[in-house]
């Protein structure tokens, strides 16, 4: 019994202590694609995005994303990657980052957000998906390493087969709980970084829970991978009263006014 203590303490020990660093404050993690690959990896599925969604070509939009982006990542802990932002044209509510860190925005996203704050809560919990290296880890798994292999190969049919499969039209790659919950801790952590009040996400957040209760079928296929819920919004607020007192730059801007006023039209 002596033996089986003193083997098991360790052991338990160990857990606790690997437990604690399993935590959704550090962006460490094993992955079996380099920092290298999954650049080329992001360049390759850019292009076949680019082919399965209408990405909007619009100066004033195009200027305003880039704002928007450059500003977060003036507060995300790692920035590995050339990101880049662009608006797709679709009515879903919908935001997305591949690889490598294209990101993509909706203009339904666009019109739903009441705010430049609301957008770019949204904003920021994708790009920490990147940041966080989610995508590569979830393909791995999915698919495979050796599928992944054969795309940075310069496997044309996988390729676009997997682009469709995850980041298409009616595409899904669903991220665990624990990345989601990642992305949003992170997410907060950036925007009050930037100078975004992070309580945009939670409006926002509530905004589609109600949504959701009344008419589900607006809410699509973004907020069925990330659910309202009450649960994640409170520990989102939670986060959020951790942080020390700080004033922000205004939620909306005339910029933001504009380009929302645009999309309305498209
Ligand atoms: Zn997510």
Request: glycine fraction near 8%.
């Amino acid at each position: 019994m002596w033996i089986l203590k003193r083997l098991l303490f360790p052991v338990l020990m160990l857990s606790i202590v690997s437990g604690c660093a399993v935590n959704k404050s550090s962006i460490g993690g094993f992955n079996l694609i380099s920092v290298d690959e999954e650049k080329q990896l992001g360049d390759k599925f850019a292009v076949e995005i680019e082919k399965q969604h209408k990405v909007l070509n619009d100066s004033e939009v195009q200027g305003f994303i880039d704002g928007v982006g450059k500003r977060l990542l003036a507060g995300v802990r790692e920035v590995d990657f050339p990101y880049t932002f662009q608006v797709v044209q679709d009515d879903s509510i919908n935001a997305f980052a591949i690889p490598g860190g294209h990101t993509y925005v909706n203009t339904g996203l666009i019109k739903a957000s009441d705010s430049e704050t609301e957008l770019a809560a949204v904003m920021a919990h994708e790009i920490n998906h990147v940041v966080a290296r989610h995508s590569t880890r979830q393909m791995t798994q999915r698919y495979g390493y050796a599928l992944i292999a054969s795309i940075l190969l310069g496997n044309q049919g996988e390729l676009s087969k997997l682009a469709a499969d995850m980041f298409g039209k009616a595409g899904t790659l669903y991220y665990s709980r624990e990345m989601e919950s990642q992305a949003d801790y992170l997410g907060v952590e950036t925007m009050y970084k930037a100078g975004y009040n992070p309580q945009g996400m939670v409006t926002f957040f509530n905004k589609l829970e109600a949504t959701g209760q009344s008419e589900p079928g607006r809410i699509s296929k973004y907020f069925s991978t990330h659910p309202a819920t009450k649960e994640r919004i409170t520990s989102i607020q939670e986060e959020i009263s951790k942080l020390p007192p700080k004033s922000y730059s205004p939620d909306s801007t005339s910029e933001f006014s504009r380009v929302k006023a645009k999309t309305k039209n498209l």
